[in-house]
Structure formats: structure tokens, C-alpha cells
């Protein structure tokens, strides 16, 4: 992991990366990690450097200061060539410090770190992050590594941590959804379907077991953990307060990676948002076993409060669709979008209404795509932003029936492509049911 984390461009000689977030469980050793590899950048790096720990808490920083500093007074070498202070660590020769800082110290101005380690990310507010972030900005190859167990996600306001925004950007750069070369993630954790009582959930998820990590921990800890607790804190994963929409793998088992021929019968949901959310245009072939692409997704950035849909984009795709397949309707939620709807009904497209908040109508539908989707009755692109929507969805169940939805206090885990999927797959299976056409109710709203 070291190595990856610290690898250079053969060609260039730069860094690979500028950012990072590492995941591991609790009682791996991170603590000793981090100091060792602040040492590392005080003694390898170029001169003058300026390597920082930053912890949550004082306790947590002095613990982290701690572990370096005795590392130093334990090897000859080391401290024949350092010196140490109560809360620094200085390389004369070089002129290069290490220092270690917690969140609740007040922050001096002119920092120009080299690296950057911060430890527990998961108890770190985002503006200490953007500090650092900031301040490395002057250095040639500067790095800014997290290194954390998972936490929650959601803060009080319902906006997603520090650590879960990192997390799900890792996740998007490693499926290859986020062009993002400078960021890098490596996460230990058991699967989420896993038995955490099994002593092998444990070393799937724990890279110390067996070495620094005693398994009799793990087994007193199960005993006397919340569950939940368990999962979060000792096998590394991000547990939901509600029921996931589907059982891990089964959506991704539907996978099927080819295209739709040109010519062929389609119909084409759209669900679209205008701001702070996505949108998603999914073709589905018309067969009582449909197979379904992504055809458009448009997705707020994260660092973009000011992001809108061009409802140009969203056009031009339909538009592009209608040229290469048959299209035998446009199933669309008029929510938000009703003068660009009325103006693509006046243009001729077969634009149909279905509103997606209508729970009489999703509670049959999904019924129907769940259905599909256990006994392989339908097939997708594994398309990997449609793959992460079906993953973000989870269960709402009351006396109207239970349908997917975002998880409570979620702005940022979109379903919008899984919710056009669904509607893609009832217009499909509908349409290959009739023996004509459907005469549908032309869009008024």
C-alpha cells in the first residue's frame, strides 16, 4: 500500500497522486503507520520540508507524536540526526520539521506542507481538510493523505461527511466514472452481506490479523458490540439505517456489456432534476426480457453549488436516440421540466407522462423490476454510475406498499438512473405485451 501510495511517474519523476484516503479498521496499527510515514517525508522528501499529522482531538495528535518521537529515541541513527521538541520534530541539516497539530488548536498562518497526514478522518470537519488543501498549493509535489476508519455518513444537516464524500469520490475514480488521476483510495473491508460473527469476515477486512490484531479481540469485541458498531468500527464498513433496495451482487449479476442495434425498438425514461440533483435517460429494448442502457446522465459535481442541467444536453441525447432507434415513447417525469416536455411534445416526440413520485404506480413497477432482476429477466450495460444509483437506493415500506428511495438525510446518493430503469422496464414490458401501439395521453401539463 506504501508503495502505491508513494509512487512516482517513471517519466516525470512527479507524484501520482496529491490525494489520498486510506480505510482500515480499528487495532491495525494506523497510529504507528502515521507516524512512521510522517518521519518518512521529514527525512526523505526534498529539503525544507514540512510534514504535518493532524488529529481530531489533542489526545489523538499526542498519540500520534508519541509513536514518532519514541521511534526516534529507540534508534541511534535517528536521533543522532533529529531533534526533538515537546511538539515537533526538526531535521537541522535539511531544514525540514514534523509537526503534529489536533482540529481544536488554532491554525498559524504561512504553512506550506510537503505532506499532509490526517488522521481519523471521520471525526474531521471538510474546512480543515480545505486548510491544508490550500496551503500545500505552493509546493511542487506536495501529498495530503486521510487515513480513517469508517463513520457516519450524514452529518446533522443531512450533508455527506468529510469522509464519506472522499470515500465516494475513491469509489468513482477507481470504477472509472471520475477522471481524477491525483487521488487515490485503498480500503480494507469485509463485504457488506458478510456474517460478521465469521472469524473469516474478520482477516477479509483486518490486514493485522493474526500479527499485531489477536482474534480473541475481535471475538470479545463481538460479544459486547452493537452489531452496527462491529461493522462500522472493526470491518470497515458504511452501514445504513434502512434496507438496501437489493441483496449484494444481485443487480450486478444482470450485468451484460453490449449495446442496442441500431433500428431496434426502444422506449426511453427520463427523470430529470434541475438543480443540486441528476438526471437520467435509460433506453430499454421492448421484450418481455428488456435489455437496458444508459442513454444520457447528467450528475451535479460536488464542489459545484452552482451546477444546473443544460436541458440543451438532455435534447440532443433524446434527439440522438430517436435518430438511432425506434422509439416507441418517451416515458418522462414531468416534475421541473414541464416547458421543455410541452416543447418536445410540439416537436412530434412520443412523449408519454409518468411521474415517478406517483406511488401507485412505482410500487407495481418496481415490484415487477425487482422480479425481473432476481430471476435474470432483464439485462443492462453495468453502466458504473447506474451501478452505484441501485447501490445508494433503499426500502420505503408503509401501508401503500414498499417502493426505493434515497436513504433519509441523503442529498448525495442519487438514484435517479435506477428510478429511470425502472420506469424504462415497465414502458418496455408493457409495450411488448400489446398488439398495437398504446394510444398514450399526449403530455398537457
Request: charged share 25%.
Amino acid at each position: 500500500m506504501l508503495g502505491r501510495l508513494m509512487a512516482r511517474d517513471p517519466r516525470t519523476g512527479r507524484r501520482r497522486h496529491r490525494y489520498a484516503l486510506i480505510g482500515v479498521p480499528r487495532k491495525n496499527g494506523k497510529t504507528a503507520l502515521v507516524a512512521g510515514l510522517g518521519l518518512y517525508g521529514l527525512l526523505v522528501e526534498d529539503p525544507g520540508a514540512e510534514v504535518y499529522a493532524v488529529a481530531g482531538d489533542r489526545a489523538q495528535a499526542r498519540l500520534v507524536f508519541g509513536t514518532a518521537r519514541r521511534a526516534v529515541e529507540l534508534d541511534p541513527e535517528l536521533s543522532g540526526i533529529l531533534r526533538l521538541y515537546r511538539d515537533a520534530i526538526e531535521e537541522p541539516a535539511a531544514g525540514s520539521v514534523f509537526r503534529v497539530l489536533s482540529a481544536d488548536a488554532p491554525l498559524k498562518e504561512g504553512l506550506s506542507p510537503t505532506l499532509t497526514i490526517v488522521d481519523e478522518v471521520h471525526v474531521i470537519e471538510r474546512e480543515l481538510w480545505d486548510v491544508f488543501a490550500l496551503a500545500m498549493g505552493a509546493r511542487v509535489d506536495p501529498l495530503m493523505v486521510g487515513i480513517t476508519t469508517a463513520g457516519v455518513r450524514y452529518d446533522r444537516l443531512g450533508q455527506p461527511t468529510l469522509c464519506y464524500w472522499l470515500w465516494e469520490h475513491g469509489r468513482r475514480v477507481a470504477a472509472g466514472e471520475v477522471d481524477d488521476p491525483t487521488f487515490y483510495l485503498e480500503w480494507w473491508a469485509a463485504p457488506d452481506d458478510a456474517d460478521h460473527r465469521d472469524p473469516a469476515t474478520w482477516a477479509a477486512a483486518n490486514p493485522g490479523l493474526g500479527d499485531i490484531l489477536d482474534p480473541a479481540d475481535l471475538g470479545a469485541a463481538i460479544r459486547s458490540t452493537p452489531e452496527p458498531e462491529f461493522r462500522t468500527k472493526r470491518l470497515n464498513q458504511w452501514v445504513a439505517g434502512q434496507a438496501g433496495a437489493f441483496p449484494a451482487g444481485m443487480f450486478e449479476a444482470c450485468a451484460k456489456a453490449q449495446a442496442i442495434p441500431d433500428g431496434a425498438d426502444v422506449v426511453l425514461a427520463f427523470d430529470g432534476s434541475w438543480t443540486g440533483d441528476s438526471s437520467a435517460l435509460v433506453a430499454a429494448t421492448v421484450s418481455e426480457t428488456p435489455h437496458l442502457v444508459v442513454a444520457g446522465h447528467w450528475e451535479r459535481p460536488v464542489d459545484d453549488l452552482h451546477w444546473r442541467v443544460d436541458s440543451d444536453d438532455v435534447a440532443a441525447a433524446i434527439r440522438a436516440c430517436l435518430a438511432r432507434w425506434r422509439v416507441r415513447e418517451i416515458a418522462a417525469d414531468p416534475a421541473f421540466w414541464q416547458s421543455q416536455l410541452r416543447e418536445w411534445a410540439s416537436s412530434g416526440w412520443p412523449l408519454v407522462e409518468w411521474p415517478s413520485h406517483s406511488v401507485s404506480r412505482m410500487v407495481p413497477a418496481w415490484q415487477a423490476f425487482y422480479s425481473a432482476v432476481a430471476e435474470r429477466r432483464l439485462s443492462h450495460d453495468g453502466h458504473p454510475a447506474l451501478l452505484r444509483h441501485a447501490a445508494n437506493a433503499v426500502l420505503r415500506t408503509d401501508a401503500r406498499g414498499t417502493r426505493p428511495t434515497k436513504e433519509t438525510g441523503s442529498s448525495m446518493r442519487k438514484i435517479d438512473l435506477l428510478v429511470a430503469a425502472i420506469v424504462a422496464h415497465d414502458r418496455a414490458t408493457w409495450h411488448a405485451r400489446q398488439p398495437v401501439v398504446e394510444r398514450a395521453k399526449p403530455f398537457l401539463a
